[in-house]
């Protein structure tokens, strides 16, 4: 069964993005952009892709993806991408986009399916990883620590999950930031 992976940046004080869902906070720190051998083992092993609605609208505008769909592989290649949202958003020409509503654990099946024997990397938000969380799906979070802080902004992590159901399994460094990761005690 694949594995469903939380893997993102933070700034130090815990947020993904600023308060308009932007990441230009990282695309800032040195190394943000990420792409080290690390980071590029873990995406070989990733059969699908899982965001928010967020998530995808701010890349589709950073990336102007509409305009230009030839940039959606150096983001996420060929893999299927599920995008959780409540509303109609637009489509990536020629990207493998699946838009789901609802539960997460009502779309689990399909996502488990497109991944086959790969991992799931739930690329954000925060939100979205919590709903994994609740419903006893998530089995990894990933974390890399920028040297940034932002006064306000879109949490890591906006659920209460304590130290009995994590455990730390590595720690490194990668350029400026801190990578911690931790083994959620699986709830299946």
Known sequence: MPRVIFYTATTLNGFLADDEHSLDWLFATPGGEGG???????????GVLVQGSSTYE?????EDLIAHPEKWPAYYGARPTFVF???ELPSVPGADLRFVRGDVRDAWPSIREAAGEKDVWIVG????AGQFADA????EIRVSIAP???PSGMP??????GSDVLT???VRQAGAFAELTYSVKAQR
């Not at 080290?36 to 990733?46: H, K």
């Not at 006893?136 to 089995?139: P, R, T, V, Y």
């Open 36 to 46: 080290d051998s690390d980071f590029q083992e873990f995406l070989a092993g990733i």
């Open 136 to 139: 006893g799906l998530l089995d």
């Open 156 to 161: 890591l992590l906006p659920r209460r999950i």
């Open 125 to 128: 938000g925060g939100d979205l």
């Open 85 to 87: 949202t409540g509303r």
């Open 58 to 62: 701010w890349v589709l505008r950073h």
């Open 148 to 150: 940034a802080v932002l």
């Open 168 to 170: 730390l399994t590595a």
